[in-house]
């Protein structure tokens, strides 16, 4: 796929929602989230990039998404937090799904990313192991692990699944 520049108008239009999920994901910060929102895509403007096809355009911008939220949580001084609650009301999700995302947002990024990229973003397992840089069968293990973590999360919640 050809990115010409008025092309970026639609990547943005097409995949804000999902980097913007995966920046509050993994800074679990309304602010931080809006930097590397608007970070990942300032990366794509600037770079004369072309792109094989629609899954590539969104692995690059999943890769970038997560290199920017590393770059973002290394620095010293941004280690102020919000709780999960501030987090969750950021969103706006019904009530029952709110319990759902505060034990996702609990797991480690480890697991959290995965079930996200997995789930939410429905993308399949070997597309995952590629944008994370894992052997599928190593991504797989994590999506199980944490699958059953987060079913151990609701359990302790009163949420059954």
Not at 58 to 78: D, E, G, Q, V
Not at 91 to 119: D, N, S
Not at 136 to 161: C, Q, T, W
Request: proline share 3%.
């Amino acid at each position: 796929m050809n990115k010409p520049q008025d092309d970026r108008d639609s990547i943005v239009a097409q995949y804000s929602v999902m980097v913007w999920r995966i920046a509050l994901s993994r800074t679990r910060r309304e602010d931080a989230a809006e930097e590397v929102y608007q970070e990942t895509f300032l990366r794509l403007f600037r770079e004369e990039r072309t792109f094989k096809d629609e899954n590539h355009c969104k692995a690059w911008l999943i890769r970038t998404t997560l290199n920017c939220c590393k770059r973002y949580m290394s620095a010293a001084f941004r280690n102020e937090t919000l709780s999960l609650e501030d987090v969750s009301e950021t969103l706006t999700l019904p009530e029952e799904k709110r319990g759902v995302l505060e034990a996702l947002l609990r797991l480690p990024a480890k697991y959290r990313i995965p079930i996200q990229l997995y789930y939410i973003e429905g993308m399949d397992a070997e597309e995952c192991a590629r944008v994370l840089k894992l052997r599928p069968g190593s991504f797989r293990s994590r999506l199980s692990r944490g699958k059953a973590m987060l079913k151990e999360a609701l359990k302790g919640e009163g949420i059954y699944v």
